[in-house]
C-alpha cells in the first residue's frame, strides 16, 4: 500500500484535459510545497514534469502543470497528446518518522 | 549532459547481500546541491524510496528498509553504492539510482537494473 493515493487509471481523448489526484496527510502533502510529479513509459526511467507542487523544469511542455488544495495535489495535463499516454507518479516529501520522500502507486493515463 | 548508469548482479540469491553501484558522469558527485539516491520498482508495481546519501557520506534511508540497507558513496570514482541484505523474492525489482535536491525532487535517473531474487 503505497503511502500516497492516486487513482489506478484515468482516460481522455487528444485534445482533451485530465487530471490527476495525489491524496495524502498533514505529514506529507499538506505540510509542505515539495510534490513531485513524473512520467515513466514502458520499460523507461522516471522523467521529473513537476517540482515544488508546481514549477515545471526546462523543456517540459507547458501543458503540464500542478496545483495543490489541502491534503491533495493534482497534475493537469491540457491538449492531450498521443504521447502523453503513460504512468504518472506523485511524490512528496515528509517529515513522518524520519524526514524522507514517499511516492504514489501511480496512474495510468490512456489517450483514447 | 548528466548520465548515471547502474551496474552489479542481476540475478541474487534469497539471504544474500544485493550490490549495485551508479557511475556518475558529466558532473560531479561532489555538487553541493546534489544528493544522490536509489529508487526501486518491483515489477508492474510503483516506485519506492531506498535510501539517499550526499557527498559527505552523510545518509538518508526508508524507515521500513533501514535495518538492511548501507548506501555509500565514493567521490574519488565517482560513484555511489547500494547494499541490501537478507534479501528475499520480495525484493525482486528494477533499481534505479537517481540525483535529487534537498527536499526530494529527482532530476536525473539512470536507465534502471533488473535484479531478480532467486535461488
Known amino acids: 500500500q503505497s503511502a500516497l493515493t492516486q487513482p489506478a487509471s484515468v482516460s481522455g481523448s487528444p485534445g482533451q484535459s485530465i487530471t490527476i489526484s495525489c491524496t495524502g496527510t498533514?505529514?506529507?502533502?499538506?505540510?509542505?510545497?515539495?510534490v513531485s510529479w513524473y512520467q515513466q513509459h514502458p520499460g523507461k526511467a522516471p522523467k521529473l514534469m513537476i517540482y515544488?507542487?508546481?514549477n515545471r523544469p526546462s523543456g517540459v511542455s507547458n501543458r503540464f502543470s500542478g496545483s495543490k488544495s489541502g491534503n491533495t495535489a493534482s497534475l493537469t495535463i491540457s491538449g492531450l497528446q498521443a504521447e502523453d499516454e503513460a504512468d504518472y507518479y506523485c511524490?512528496?516529501?515528509?517529515?513522518?518518522?524520519?524526514?524522507?520522500?514517499?511516492f504514489g502507486g501511480g496512474t495510468k493515463l490512456t489517450v483514447l | 549532459q548528466l548520465q548515471l548508469q547502474e551496474s552489479g548482479p542481476g540475478l541474487v540469491k534469497p539471504s544474500e547481500t544485493l550490490s549495485l553501484t551508479c557511475t556518475v558522469s558529466?558532473?560531479?558527485?561532489?555538487?553541493?546541491?546534489?544528493?544522490w539516491g536509489w529508487i526501486r520498482q518491483p515489477p508492474g508495481k510503483g516506485l519506492e524510496w531506498i535510501g539517499s546519501?550526499?557527498?559527505?557520506?552523510?545518509?538518508y534511508y526508508n524507515p521500513s528498509l533501514k535495518s538492511r540497507v548501507t548506501i555509500s558513496v565514493d567521490t574519488s570514482k565517482n560513484q555511489f553504492s547500494l547494499k541490501l541484505s537478507s534479501v528475499t523474492a520480495a525484493d525482486t525489482a528494477v533499481y534505479y539510482c537517481?540525483?535529487?535536491?534537498?527536499?526530494?525532487?529527482?532530476w536525473g535517473w539512470g536507465q534502471g537494473t533488473l535484479v531478480t531474487v532467486s535461488s
Open positions: 498533514s505529514s506529507d502533502v499538506g505540510g509542505y510545497n515539495y
Open positions: 537517481a540525483r535529487h535536491r534537498l527536499h526530494y525532487d529527482f
Open positions: 515544488d507542487v508546481s
Open positions: 546519501i550526499y557527498y559527505s557520506g552523510s545518509t
Open positions: 558529466g558532473g560531479s558527485i561532489s555538487s553541493s546541491s546534489y544528493y
Open positions: 511524490s512528496s516529501y515528509t517529515s513522518s518518522s524520519t524526514p524522507h520522500v514517499v
